[in-house]
């Protein structure tokens, strides 16, 4: 699979959920998502990421911050952006 479509099942449930989160008070949270499954929202990127690698290992999982569209700070586990 190109890297440029790696994460692109993960970028749609982002994309589609992000208002209902930040509408729920996720504002700042971060996200792990894995195939179409979210795994959980964290306070902290630490524990997001440790979540990631327990549940996954090493392999490769979306993780972002939830933040207004205009203020957007993704990052990926396994794709350098």
């Known amino acids: 699979m190109p890297e440029s479509s790696k994460f692109t099942v993960e970028q749609e449930i982002f994309k589609k959920n992000r208002e209902k989160w930040l509408t ?17 929202f964290y306070k902290s990127s630490s524990d997001a990421f440790n979540l990631g690698v327990e549940k996954y290992g090493i ?5 972002s911050s939830i933040l207004p569209e205009d203020a ?3 990052s990926f586990f396994g794709l350098a952006v």
């Open 72 to 74: 957007t700070n993704i």
């Open 24 to 40: 729920e008070g996720r504002v700042g949270q971060y996200v792990v998502i894995k195939n179409s499954e979210i795994s959980g």
């Open 59 to 63: 392999n490769s999982f979306f993780m």
